[in-house]
């Protein structure tokens, strides 16, 4: 068993919080300029010119098939081959985003890769549907912070009196969900419906935001690496208790497994966007305490708590 102690590690802010819940496609620009395979070198360096652009994708039947950068440009032009096809110079291993995933992933890749823009491409259909820089992803959370403070100029945080109202020696609520394995389409939705349970209990919004950090965290982790299990939350006066089981494969090594960075996720999990080695960390980080129990074989146990 882990047991970590970690009194008020961070302070969760709403922009930390925005980034979980705010998916790839509502930041992106979607008005996308392409080249095809076949056109030339030139035509490449007639756009880039124009629309003052570092680099485009390479477009074949709403597919991509590569990206063209000005580096490409200047080696072509140094070689006196401006006339060849697009698809002679292209890069074919291209670092893309889904258009599902929640922004986190994607200023993750943006600091892990040092680039300065993703295609975005659709899950289902594999087309390119949009392209993503950190200029977009600063408009979109200042245009959603903006969003949220009006709301809250609304609706004042107001502490509910939902337990001293009950007449008990101790009174708690538990909040029950399942995780289905596999499904990274729905991945995230059970932490979004906790934190409107949470917010129409009326706990306090910095408690609130730690927790769906957390829950988002361990919610992932059971999409990545086991058939499903159970996320419950356990609300009480003064602190919110977070369990999650499930019946995988287990943590052969869990020192390792809370070291930042470290994962075992298959490649085919890291394409898809996910298993960057951050959740154990990160919910440590929200988590005024924490203990993790795994058997090989058998399952985790997670269990973690914040006070409110």
Known sequence: MKDGDVKGTIQATPTQEMIYEVRVHQAMTKQVITVAP???????????????H????????????????????MRCYREGRSLQPVEQWMSRDVATLYADEPLVHAVQK??????GRFPVIDRKTRTLVGILTKVDIIRCLLQHLEIDYHDLEKRQYVPRKWFLELDSDRTTLSLWFHVDGANFEKAGEVSSKLKRNLQTLG???????????ACFEAEVNLVIYTNGGELAA???PGRVTVN???HGPGIPDVERAMQPGYSTAPDWVRELGFGAGMGLPNIKNCSN????????GEGTNLQFSVLT
């Open 38 to 52: 076949e056109d030339t070198m030139e035509d490449v360096g007639r756009v880039l010119e124009e629309n003052r």
């Open 54 to 73: 570092t680099g485009m994708p390479v477009v074949k039947w709403q597919k991509m098939v590569g990206i063209v950068s000005v580096r490409d440009l």
């Open 110 to 115: 943006f600091e892990r890769r040092g680039f």
């Open 203 to 213: 706990l306090p919004p910095d408690a609130i935001r730690r927790i769906a950090i």
């Open 234 to 236: 356990h609300v009480e």
């Open 244 to 246: 999650v089981v499930d």
């Open 289 to 296: 305490e924490m203990k993790l129990e795994s058997k090989v």
